[in-house]
Every structure is written in C-alpha cells, then in structure tokens.
C-alpha cells in the first residue's frame, strides 16, 4: 500500500477504457442527446500490500458535479471487473465504496482535461486509455469533502492532489502525484516515485542507471570520484565518458594511452615515452642526459646532483662545470682542495693567502712557471730564479740498530706532510737486517723525525712505497711468509694495520705482489673520484705482470670490480715480465716490461676508468743504445722520466715528453745520471755522479730542449751532510724532495743509508 500525501490508495488492477458513443441519456440540464462515454476496468485484489482485500465486498460509483449518483455497480466479494456509462461532457468522481457505502477511494474524471488527453471530436468511438489510481479518502457526513463550486454553480470535488485546496484557487500548489514535491518542481509530475531527470530522458534518477546522460553509469561515477548528476564533471567540454582524465580541467585526450594527457604529454604518440627535460626531441627514457648539462643521468646520482636539473644548485652554473655543484655559494675550485673559492683564503693552493698575492695572481700557483709554488718561490716574479732548498737537509730517524734507510714518497698536504719510505730492525746488534714500513710525520724544526712502523701481516718485511695526499699509504708486506701488496690508511698519527689488496685471479704460489704508488683519477662516466694503485702481481705461470688496483680514495677500501672487469688488472701489452712503478691523476702509468728481443725496458700505459671499468694503452719506450731501462715516474703533463743503463754499466738520465720521438737524455755532472721522479711543474729527481752519487734535482720546461746540466747542483741544494753517497728518489708538486744518503759515524766510517727530505724554502709547517 503507497503512501502518498497522507493517504492510503490502490492502484487499478487494470487500464480503464474510456469509450464515447452515441447514445443518449437524460440529462437534466439539457434535452439535446449527448455522446456517452463507458469506463470500464477492473480492480486489483488479492493479499498484496497495495490490493484490495479479496473479501471486501465494494461497489463503484460515478457522481456527477452536484454529488448525485449518476451511475453505480456493486462489486461482491472476489469480483474485480467494472463498466459504467454516462454522458461523457460532464465532470464526474469515481467512488470506490465499501460495503457500509463509505467512499473509500476518489477519482476526479475532468471533462477538460479527459478533452486535452483524448481526442476532442464527439464521433469518436475509442479515445484510448487512461491508467488511474484510486485514492483513499474519508467521506464526510454530507458525502463531500471537498465542496467547491464550479462555474455553473455546481458542488463538485477537484481537488486532484488532495491538499485541500481546489485546483483551480490560486492557494493551489498543485501536486499532481501526490509525492510531497510540488509540480514547478518536480520535474516528473506525473510519476509519485521520481521527482528528478537530471538528463531530460524521462526516466527518473531514481530508477536511471546513469542520471547526467555522460555514458557513464552512476556506480562507475562513484568509484571513480566523478559527479554522477553532473554531464563535466572537471568542466573542460568533454563529457566524463569521453573523458580520459575526468577530473583534470586540463587534459581530456590520451592519444598514447600512456596515462598522461596530451596536453602534458612531450610524446602524444609514443606510448614510452611523457617528458623530454632537455628539449632535445629525446625522451628521458632513452635519453641518458635528461637535463642537458653533459652529465649522464647515472653520474649524476652518483655525486648527488639532480638529473633533471641542469643546475642543481641554481648558482648560474652547469653542473658539469660546476666544482661544488650542491652548494649555490660556490662553484669553482681551483686548487681542487673540495674548498670553493669565495671560502677558500688561499684558492690557487700555492701556500700564499689570497690578500697576499699582490703582485702575483691569486688563481695561478706558479705565476712566473718556474715549477715552484709562489709560496714556496723565493723569487715568484723571476722564472729564472726559484726557490732555494734549505741548506739543512732533514736527517729522518730509523729505527733502533738500524742500519739502512730510505725516504720514498712525501705527501703534499698544506699543513703537515707525511713521508714514507722503510728503515730495518735486527733482533740483536749486528744481526740479519730486516725492512719495516715507515711513516714519518714532518714538523719543521722539531729535529730529529723519529719513525712509525706501519702494521701489516706477520709484521716479517715490508716497504711504503707511496703516500697520497689523503694520506693513504700503498707497498709491500709478508701476509703468511708470502710478500703482499698493502694499502694503509694513515689519516690518523697512529695508523692501524695495513689490509691486503689481494693477487690475480688464478696465480701461481706463492702470489707474490707489491703496490708501488697510487694516485686519485676521474672516473669518465660517474665523475667520482677513484683510487687507483699500481704494483705488480705474479700470475697463473709464476711470471710478474703489471697490475692495477681500484680503491676508495678516502678510506682505501677495494673497490668491487665492474661486470667483466677484474680488481687487480693485468696491464695488457708486455707477453713477459712487467711491472708499473708510478701513476699520475690522468691516469699515465710508468714502468717496465720485457720486449720482443728479451730485454727489459722502460715501458707506458694510459689509463681510462668508466663506470667502475678499466682500460689501458701500452707503449714500449726504449732508449737507444741502452741494453736496459726503467721508466719512474710521469708529471701530471704527461712527461716520463727514464733511467737507463748502457752495456758497459754507465746509467743516464733521460725525459720523454707527450708527443715527441725519442727520449732525451738529461745533463749530468760527470758520466752517470738517473731520474726518478717528475713533478707538474717540471722539477725532476734523481741523481748524479759527483765524485760518488750525489742527490741531484733538474729545473727544467718543455722548452729547453737541451736539458743540459742539473740547475740545481747536487753537492749545495740538496746536501749529504757528511755523506759519501745518496740520491734523490722523488720531488712533490710543491717542490719537496726525499731520498736518502750514506750516513757516517766517523770522517771514514759508513754506516749504510739514511732517509732525508729536503724543503724549499721559506716553507713553515705545523704538526
């Protein structure tokens, strides 16, 4: 049973037909015969909610506007069927009464509008038919609930929507459907369960699927957030089922399907690919430089910068060419001490502070290319003059009974400068002599630099070859009896023990190896800084190959080799015996190896790291009319020193520059001459045979190609004290020189080798 407007009611079992003829029947008003109408119908019983009891005994009722009964038919109890005929230009109310004759269900029959919603003409026989609804209501004792008279005085009830207001009095709102929501608003006046058509289709929200008419049903709208009531729901002109971002104003279309719109979409028509950063017509899926700034996406993460940034930082400058490209305040380094220049006091590293260079140029650490630091040049204006060497060479202790020693490479810090080299121990005075590791910690001033043993393996033998600036110290050591490469990190004054650096893949016992320098080179690819040393390492046939290393330049922690690669590498080239003795920071490595004839000679790798892999380029550089020779070491230039020796035992000194021919022999005091070492600005060391070998130092530019004498005579700059003997073994990019010389106890009496480091001057330096 419906509720509607506080009333019960029933529906019609079935459509009443309403039907004119031409029959006449009497009408009080008039004597002219007035076409007829039959209503006939049936009702709806049973024990439905909404049907009429089937044991109600009923009867139906047509009254004309006066209230009389025009015409009735009793229904008895399980009867359903009625019809009724009576003038059909008459308004009239069907009654459905009960079996007490209450009226228990009203219809109001408008002539009117029977005339708008049939056809007007008297001769037709069918008008069609009329679903109906009859209401239930409560008879008054007159029989006349709603007694309005009608324009000819006649006491009729039309009051469809039963509210108790005449339809025709202007208080009317008129509620066709009886459903609570007025007509001017209700946009299916004629349907009790709808009162909304969002989309004008005539069905009613309530029973469509999808209200606004987009194609998209309402419990689709729900899910995915979209109005189900509104066509647009983001209001940019394409309905929510043709839309592929429905609450995006600013995307419709996905041509690529890719799930970005076209309008943000650098690829509307490539599925793989959405943004181009760079603007270079590569997508940043195939495109390894997403930013444009000539670093490829991987470097990039590597150091922390932002690959779709080409200025990380947002200083003005490309990363790429940027040497602090996180810090905005900073952008160049140019002493390369991870110090930018606007903090830096001293940005060209030359030991003289900024405000200080007047005269010289505070971004150049040589201003008159002399090879030696302005700091430490007593003349910075004069190529022709350089700096002096101290007149007292450092004697560096050795260690207790010791009765030889050597200082082989020095570190170029700004404050303190480590030296490290070897001395021997024997368990008793004059006992078998042993080599220890050593590291000296210079003070200038301080006297006497007593030695620190460097820890490794069974602490039976060992050499430090080399120290980097970070400290990082690189040679040899027994690990079980077998001699090993070592890596020590000596950043502290009391460094712990050295680690192994492991020997080839495959090699023969025992796998002897030894680490001889190291230097710090750019990886191409990431542009990290890597740690590389170089030694030598026997292989699977018991031969000794030239090797390289790769470790963290920080902490010396061996790297992990990259896909295919091996950590060490063999150097390739030499088919025998090789060994590397030097690399500088562009990777050019110095040293020897057999060539095709047997003989050993001075032999050149160059070097290239990307991404963890490693590649070199050997060169055999042999000095003619040498039977032998040993290439020691490279300047950051590129230009290789060589020591080689001719049949009858007479050593030369020789340079070999970047793109020249032969090696160029080097100036000597007498006959012999070798050299060892070649800093950037073109100070060489080594030695030469004044009366005995003497440590010597050359002072040279690639210009002079003579090369004639030593500018530095070795007897007064780099002094013996009362030595016989000695060489200079290696110089530092500042200028220091280390080496070590005959030491004597008496006018007559030696007493093997001493280590010695010999400083420009003026240099001050602090522990």
């Not at 922690?557 to 896909?563: G, H, R, S, Y």
Request: negative net charge; charged residues 20%.
């Amino acid at each position: 049973m419906k509720q509607l407007n506080g009333r019960a009611a029933w529906v019609l079992g079935s459509l009443i037909t309403v039907a004119l003829g031409a029959a006449a029947c009497g009408d009080s008003k008039s004597t002219t015969a007035e076409p007829q109408a039959t209503l006939s119908g049936a009702l709806k019983r049973g024990v439905e909610a909404d049907a009429v009891p089937a044991t109600m005994a009923l009867s139906v009722v047509l009254i004309d506007g006066d209230g009389a009964d025009v015409v009735a038919q009793s229904l008895a109890a399980g009867e359903t069927a009625f019809s009724l005929t009576a003038e059909s230009d008459h308004d009239y109310l069907l009654e459905l009464r009960n079996g007490s004759g209450v009226a228990i269900a009203i219809l109001v029959w408008d002539r009117t509008a029977m005339k708008r919603a049939f056809h007007p003409d008297p001769g037709t026989t069918d008008l069609g038919t009329l679903a109906v609804e009859l209401r239930l209501g409560q008879a008054t004792s007159s029989n006349d609930p709603l007694p309005f008279p009608d324009a000819e005085g006649e006491a009729i009830r039309l009051d469809a929507d039963h509210d108790g207001v005449h339809d025709a009095s202007a208080g009317d709102i008129a509620d066709q459907d009886s459903d609570q929501t007025p007509d001017v608003g209700d946009q299916l006046p004629f349907d009790p369960a709808e009162i909304r058509d969002t989309d004008g289709d005539t069905i009613g929200n309530l029973a469509d699927t999808d209200d606004d008419g987009d194609n998209v049903s309402d419990t689709a709208e729900i899910a995915a957030g979209t109005n189900p009531l509104l066509r647009d729901t983001d209001g940019d002109g394409a309905l929510d089922g043709a839309d592929a971002f429905p609450l995006d104003p600013a995307e419709a279309i996905d041509t690529d399907s890719d799930g970005v719109g076209d309008n943000g979409d650098a690829f509307p028509s490539n599925p793989a690919e959405t943004l181009d950063t760079d603007h270079d017509g590569t997508g940043n899926n195939a495109d390894t430089d997403d930013d444009g700034d000539t670093l490829t996406d991987a470097a990039e993460l590597a150091r922390g910068t932002n690959p779709l940034a080409a200025d990380s930082d947002g200083d003005g400058r490309l990363d790429a060419v940027d040497a602090l490209p996180l810090d905005h305040t900073e952008w160049l380094d140019t002493d390369l001490d991870g110090l930018g220049n606007n903090a830096d006091t001293d940005d060209d590293g030359d030991f003289m502070l900024d405000i200080d260079e007047v005269t010289t140029d505070p971004l150049d650490p040589d201003y008159d290319s002399d090879g030696v630091l302005d700091g430490l040049d007593s003349f910075p204006l004069r190529s022709s003059r350089f700096a002096q060497y101290d007149s007292d060479a450092m004697r560096l202790g050795r260690l207790s009974n010791a009765k030889t020693g050597a200082a082989l490479d020095v570190s170029d810090n700004a404050t303190k400068k480590l030296v490290v080299g070897y001395s021997d121990t024997a368990a008793t005075a004059g006992g078998a002599l042993t080599l220890r590791p050593i590291l000296w910690n210079i003070t200038v001033g301080s006297g006497p630099i007593n030695p620190t043993v460097l820890s490794a393996g069974d602490n039976a033998y060992g050499v430090a070859h080399a120290v980097s600036k970070d400290n990082l110290v690189v040679g040899e050591a027994t690990v079980a009896g077998v001699i090993s490469a070592i890596l020590w990190n000596a950043a502290g004054t009391s460094p712990g023990g050295g680690a192994e650096l492991g020997a080839l893949a495959g090699a023969a016992a025992p796998a002897t190896s030894a680490a001889y320098d190291i230097a710090v080179m750019t990886d191409s690819t990431t542009h990290a800084a890597v740690g590389v040393v170089v030694g030598e390492a026997k292989d699977s046939a018991g031969i000794s190959r030239a090797v390289v290393w790769l470790v963290n330049p920080t902490t010396g922690a061996k790297l992990a080799p990259a896909a295919g690669q091996a950590n060490p590498m063999q150097l390739s080239g030499p088919t025998g015996y090789a060994a590397a003795f030097a690399i500088n920071a562009g990777g050019r490595i110095t040293g020897e190896a057999t060539t095709a004839t047997g003989a050993v000679h001075a032999y050149m790798w160059d070097l290239t790291i990307a991404a963890g892999a490693q590649s070199a380029v050997g060169l055999s550089l042999p000095v003619s009319g040498h039977t032998s020779s040993a290439a020691y070491g490279a300047s950051s230039a590129g230009a290789v020193v060589i020591e080689a020796m001719q049949a009858g035992g007479v050593a030369h000194a020789f340079v070999w520059a970047p793109g020249a021919g032969s090696p160029v022999q080097l100036g000597v005091v007498t006959a012999n001459g070798g050299a060892m070492a070649m800093n950037a600005r073109g100070r060489i060391a080594g030695w030469t045979d004044a009366t005995n070998l003497g440590p010597s130092a050359w002072d040279m530019g690639f210009a002079n190609a003579a090369f004639a004498e030593p500018a530095i005579e070795p007897a007064s700059t780099l002094p013996r004290v009362t030595s016989k003997a000695g060489q200079a073994l290696n110089v530092s990019e500042s200028g220091v020189v280390v080496g070590s010389f005959e030491a004597v106890t008496a006018a007559t009496t030696p007493d093997g080798d001493a280590p010695f480091v010999s400083l420009p001057a003026p240099v001050v330096l602090t522990p």
